[in-house]
């Protein structure tokens, strides 16, 4: 029986596809395949940051529920977010290719393209090349590069060591929880709070200016953006700096509208904060001054320590609890 | 009522989206959108040339006619041969987003990486990073940055002046005619010639070193790939020229097997050549001195003049003929 890319899993495909995409690579490549983004030398000194991120109308959104606008900002700001999980970034220009069908209103294209130009302004970020064509479902890909001075501004995944603060900012859940709302999971409470939880799942903001400041306030041992949530995140830093993980799940930071999702439908915040995808906060390991330093200017808090051993392990209370299903939605926004 | 992307047409989709991207680009782009590539001044000297193109299933190609390996190498040869209509362009780095329905074969995406790492080796051309996501149907994207060391290595589709002459590199119409044969359109001939049409059609050749040798021996005034077809890089030239373009079609080149297939079907080879677009070939224009020299050097031959006026007229044996009617096949490879 033939396998298929759905047996393998999403996560060993990408096992498979990049490690052959590593082989031959020139010299000229600093990072390859594998981290939020690759690191190329330029020639005139300096480093470029390339990224791509691709979303799919069903797998990553809902036409209903997403407007051209949305999808112009969602499909920038994930590629960005990219970016700045490499550390000290400064975006400087990208490319983008659009897949419409046929009877797509011209309204969403405007709204994409609006969508797309009022966030690459707002981050000094040109939009140099497009490309459009024809499909049956709504494709949008976007290549972002970015500049780097130093090689020493890029922050990979692979530098936690034993005895690192495990950190993230902002809060975790949110997006998952506006996803599940879109998927009509949508319990009697606030409107406000279910606008702020949409939002933060169809307008996610890249944290540039946040992992600049991390960079200088700490730095940080590894990072990462939280694509595909804490806890895989945490799983591939784990795997990339050859060490383990201990997250513990009391500490991790829950915003009040998903508190009030969750409760609303007798899920526990944790959970969702621990597993749910989308949020593009950025993911880090510190040394213990790095972090303190990090924790005083308020950029991140502490939610585990890198430990001995492998993979990541997960406690509340003091207790060792299982590994949390991870929801396999085949989008995935973690290769460079 | 509102409408449709189909209701406006791809070119005109296309004029709508491009301008609205050209709006407030900072002064570090040398060639904004509507090129084969956009042109970026790098920090030390020299200039980033970038483009990207997808490639979806059914509006590009066949799943059951294409391998993995045909679309690997196709989706990263259409993005070079953007980076050779530019002209004397060196292809560099890039990245690969792909989509992929759960049911596919795990051997199509390890073949899609075979055919595209092989072709990128070729070019010295580095793929430094890929992103997987699930889709309905199967969707390969690409963005290619490659490295030019002066402005005026790069040769836009801007430069034809009244007088040029218009030439294009290799023969015409042989993957129109491949993808014919995929369509079912299949008269009895030679296998042979079959064979050849197909793989016009499935693994297009980026005339990279070619563009660089038409550089050297003219320069060219005008440069582009015949991605659209012949007709419509004529229309494209004398729109971003300002200027009138006579082709003639009694000199379109024309091969053995385009003939006997178009013969077969009762086709004319010169309309075929004039509008099947995928050959990747180049069209460009060159004063009559520089045309001679690509001429004596057997890189291209001529196809027609640039006149006044505007638009693209068509003349076979002196008289002037129609306007050809082109296929909107929803596909475009002809923005940077």
Not at 169 to 197: C, Q, V
Not at 262 to 268: E, I, K, Q
Request: charged share 20%; net charge positive.
């Amino acid at each position: 029986l033939a396998r298929t890319v759905a047996g393998l899993g999403q996560w060993r495909l990408l096992g498979r596809f990049l490690p052959a995409l590593q082989n031959r690579l020139s010299r000229r490549v600093a990072v390859g395949p594998g981290d939020d983004a690759a690191v190329v030398k330029a020639a005139g000194g300096g480093f470029w940051v390339v990224t791509t991120d691709m979303m799919v109308e069903n797998t990553h959104f809902r036409a209903r529920w997403t407007s051209g606008e949305d999808l112009g900002h969602k499909v920038l700001a994930v590629n960005l977010s990219d970016l700045a999980a490499m550390g000290d970034v400064r975006p400087a220009f990208g490319v983008v290719a659009l897949g419409i069908p046929p009877r797509t209103p011209v309204s969403f294209v405007d709204g994409f393209q609006r969508g797309l130009s009022r966030l690459a302004r707002l981050h000094g970020f040109d939009i140099v090349g497009g490309d459009t064509v024809g499909a049956e479902k709504i494709t949008a890909s976007v290549a972002a590069v970015g500049w780097a001075r130093r090689r020493s501004d890029c922050v990979l995944r692979s530098g936690a060591r034993r005895g690192d603060v495990v950190m993230v900012t902002g809060t975790l859940g949110d997006a998952a929880a506006g996803l599940a709302i879109i998927d009509g999971k949508r319990p009697r409470f606030s409107a406000p709070d279910k606008r702020f939880l949409l939002k933060r799942f169809l307008r996610p903001v890249p944290k540039l200016a946040l992992a600049k400041a991390l960079r200088r306030a700490g730095p940080p041992s590894a990072l990462m953006d939280s694509s595909d949530g804490l806890y895989r995140s945490a799983v591939l830093i784990a795997q990339a700096s050859g060490v383990g993980i201990r997250l513990d799940a009391a500490r991790l930071p829950v915003s009040g509208p998903l508190g009030s999702w969750a409760r609303a439908r007798g899920l526990s915040p944790a959970e969702v904060a621990l597993t749910g995808g989308e949020d593009y906060e950025l993911v880090l390991t510190a040394a213990p001054a790095a972090a303190r330093r990090i924790e005083a200017q308020g950029l991140a808090r502490a939610v585990g320590t890198v430990a001995a051993g492998r993979g990541v392990q997960i406690f509340a209370g003091g207790k060792k609890r299982g590994v949390p299903r991870e929801h396999e939605h085949w989008s995935n926004h973690s290769q460079g």
